[in-house]
C-alpha cells in the first residue's frame, strides 16, 4: 500500500498513542447526553454536558486552545484549556496528545460546561476528552485565508460520488438532500397508508424479467443451474396479489436496468409502483396529483419547488394533454391511423435518428421524446397513449388503437406512469407475443419472454384495476433542485476507479512536509526555507517536486508567500 506523507505521519502518531497506552479504536460504549444541535437549543450556563463528533479546526495559543466539534446535527465551539484538563502536574493529554497526537478528523468524546464567549459564542469549556477514533487519512477540507476566501473546496463531482462518506463530513449541506428524500418516502407510505393499502415486497431475483421494457443483468443460480435476472420492474407481482384479493398494495422497490448512464439514469434506481383494484386511470390522475401535492409540502413546507431556473408547482391539478395532441402541437403531424413506414419516413424527415428494428411504438416514442417532451415544465399528464406503446394496458375504451395510460412530465422528464391495467389474458397473450417478435426483430428493450404464470394468474381472474408508477430518484431530484442523480444517490453507480500514480519522495521533501505537517496553518515560505536547512539548489529542487505532484501549495496574501498543505 502505497501512503502519503501525511497518511505515514498519522499512522506515526498512531504508534505514539499507543505507546502512551491510548487506546485509538476504543471498543466500549461512550455515553453522549446531548448532541450540538440540542445544547443551541437549550443552553444554559455551566450545565454539565457529555459530546462526541469531529475535531474539524482548532487554533492552538499555547495553553489554550479553540476548536470546532462536528456530530451529525452540526458544529459547536470548545474550549480547551491546559489546567482544566490536566488538574495535576502531568500535562501530557494536553501538552502532548491533544497539541501533538490528535489530528483534523479526529473522531473524540468531551466531558465539559457550557459557557458563552466574550462575543456571545456559545462554547463547551472541555474538562476531560477521549479519543474514540483516529483518523488516518486527512478530510479534504476547504482552506480559508485571512480574508474569508475559500480555496480547495471538495467540489469534484466524480470524487464527492465515489467518496460520499468523505462528502458528507466536509459539506454538511449535502446530507439534507437525503434527508428530504427519507421525508418524501415517509410522506408517500404515510399518504397510501391512510388509503388503507398495504405495503408488500417482491422478488428482486426473477426467472423471466417483465414488467417493463428494458434490458436486464443476469445472473447465475448455481444449486438450480438456472439464469435468474435482477428485477427491472416489479409490476407482474403486484398484479399477481390484486389477483389473489388485496385491494391495494405498494412497493418501493430497487430496480436494475443494464442500460447506459447519464445525469437522470443509474442501473440501479428506486421505484414505487402501487395497485388499487377498481379503479381505471381517470381516478389515478386525481390520486397522482393529490400525492404530489402531498408530497411536495411534506418535503419542503410548500406546494411549489425550484428546479434550475423554473419554480414548479405541484398544486393540484394538473392539464391533461394526449399523446396525438401534443405530437400534433409540435410538429404538425397527425400519427392516427399511421402505419410503420409512414413513421418511419416522418421521423427520419424531422432529423431522428431512425433503423429497421424500430416497431410503431419505439417510433412514436422517439418522435415524442425529441419533439415534444421538453415543452412540459409545469406537471402534466400526457395521457392515450398508442397500443404499440402499452403492452401492458388496457385498450381505450372509446379511441381505436390507443389505451388508457398516462405518464407525468415534469420539467421534460417523465416521473410517473400509469395505466388502466390489462386484465384480459387473451388480450394480454397477443401483446406478449408481438413484443417477442420485436425482440426478435432486434428490439434489445422489447420484452423476450412470455410469463406465462402471470397470464395464468390472469386467468383466474384480476378485477379492473390501475396501477401508478413512480421514479423516486427523479423525482427527489425536482423536490431538491439537484440536476444531477448522483447528487440523490448516497452511492451512485460509478466507472472503475483510476489508480493515482504513486510520488517517490525524497529526503529532502519529507522535511518540507514534516515541517508544514506540524503547524495547523500556511507558513511563510521563507520560514519553512530557513527551517528545512536546505541549500538553495535542494529547496528549489524539492518545493517544486512537492508543488508539481500537488503536495503543497504556494500563495501570496498581502504581498507574502506561504506555503501549505494541500
Not at 9 to 22: P, V
Not at 255 to 280: L, S
Request: hydrophobic share 35%; proline share 4%; glycine share 6%.
Amino acid at each position: 500500500m502505497s501512503l502519503s506523507e501525511q497518511e505515514i505521519i498519522r499512522r506515526e502518531k498512531l504508534q505514539k498513542l499507543t505507546d502512551l497506552g491510548i487506546d485509538a479504536f476504543p471498543a466500549a460504549e461512550y455515553k453522549i447526553t446531548d448532541s450540538t444541535k440540542s445544547i443551541k437549543q437549550d443552553f444554559e450556563e455551566g450545565k454539565k454536558v457529555v459530546i462526541a463528533g469531529r475535531l474539524m479546526s482548532r487554533r492552538i495559543q499555547g495553553k489554550a486552545s479553540f476548536a470546532e466539534l462536528q456530530d451529525s446535527e452540526g458544529r459547536i465551539q470548545v474550549y480547551f484549556n491546559r489546567d482544566e484538563i490536566c488538574t495535576g502536574e502531568d500535562k501530557t493529554l494536553y501538552n502532548e496528545v491533544y497539541k501533538h497526537l490528535l489530528d483534523i478528523g479526529d473522531i473524540i468524546g468531551i466531558e465539559g460546561e457550557l459557557f458563552k464567549t466574550q462575543v456571545g459564542e456559545m462554547t463547551v469549556m472541555v474538562k476531560n476528552f477521549t479519543l474514540l477514533t483516529k483518523s488516518l487519512r486527512p478530510l479534504p477540507l476547504p482552506k480559508v485565508d485571512a480574508e474569508g476566501n475559500v480555496f480547495d473546496g471538495f467540489t469534484d463531482a466524480e470524487l464527492r460520488y465515489r467518496q460520499r462518506y468523505a462528502d458528507l463530513v466536509v459539506n454538511p449541506h449535502v446530507k439534507e438532500i437525503f434527508v428530504k428524500r427519507t421525508k418524501l418516502f415517509n410522506a408517500m407510505r404515510t399518504f397510501f397508508n391512510d388509503a388503507g393499502y398495504f405495503e408488500v415486497e417482491t422478488p428482486i431475483l426473477q426467472s423471466i424479467p417483465g414488467g417493463a421494457a428494458a434490458r436486464p443483468f443476469i445472473t447465475h443460480h448455481n444449486a438450480l443451474d438456472i439464469p435468474l435476472y435482477l428485477r427491472i420492474a416489479n409490476e407482474l407481482y403486484l398484479k399477481r396479489l390484486i389477483v389473489g384479493g388485496f385491494d391495494g398494495v405498494y412497493e418501493f422497490s430497487k430496480n436494475f436496468r443494464n442500460e447506459g448512464m447519464d445525469r437522470t439514469h443509474n442501473p440501479e434506481f428506486t421505484a414505487m409502483e402501487i395497485y388499487v383494484a377498481y379503479k381505471d386511470y381517470n381516478w389515478m390522475m386525481d390520486f397522482t396529483e393529490k400525492l404530489l401535492e402531498f408530497c411536495a409540502t411534506s418535503v419542503n413546507g410548500t406546494s411549489e419547488s425550484v428546479f434550475g431556473e423554473h419554480t414548479i408547482n405541484w398544486k393540484a391539478p394538473y392539464p391533461r394533454v394526449s399523446m396525438t395532441e401534443a405530437i400534433l402541437k409540435y410538429t404538425g403531424f397527425d400519427i392516427t391511423g399511421k402505419t410503420e413506414r409512414e413513421l418511419f419516413d416522418f421521423a427520419k424527415s424531422i432529423g431522428i435518428e431512425v433503423n429497421e428494428t424500430m416497431g410503431k411504438g419505439k417510433l412514436i416514442d422517439e418522435i415524442f421524446g425529441e419533439k415534444c417532451e421538453g415543452n412540459f415544465i409545469q406537471p402534466t399528464f400526457i395521457t392515450d397513449y398508442p397500443v404499440e406503446m402499452s403492452p401492458l394496458t388496457k385498450k381505450h375504451r372509446s379511441q381505436e388503437g390507443l389505451t388508457e395510460r398516462f405518464e407525468l412530465m415534469v420539467c421534460g422528464k417523465e416521473i410517473a406512469n400509469a395505466y388502466s391495467e390489462l386484465n384480459d389474458p387473451i388480450d394480454q397473450r397477443q401483446r406478449f407475443e408481438h413484443q417477442l417478435l420485436l425482440s426478435e426483430k432486434g428490439d434489445d428493450e422489447a420484452t423476450g419472454f412470455i410469463d406465462e404464470d402471470f397470464l395464468r394468474a390472469l386467468e383466474y381472474g384480476m378485477p379492473p384495476t390501475s396501477g401508478l408508477g413512480v421514479g423516486m430518484d427523479r423525482l427527489i431530484m425536482f423536490l431538491t433542485n439537484n440536476p444531477s442523480i448522483q447528487e440523490v444517490l448516497f452511492f451512485p453507480q460509478m466507472r472503475p476507479e483510476k489508480k493515482t500514480p504513486t510520488v517517490e519522495l525524497g529526503e529532502d521533501e519529507k522535511v518540507i512536509l514534516e515541517i508544514l505537517n506540524s503547524q495547523e496553518d500556511a507558513l511563510e515560505l521563507n520560514e519553512v526555507k530557513t527551517r528545512s536547512q536546505l541549500s538553495g539548489k535542494k529547496w528549489d529542487k524539492a518545493s517544486k517536486t512537492l508543488t508539481k505532484n500537488n503536495l503543497v501549495k504556494v500563495e501570496k496574501i498581502d504581498e507574502v508567500l506561504l506555503m501549505k498543505l494541500i
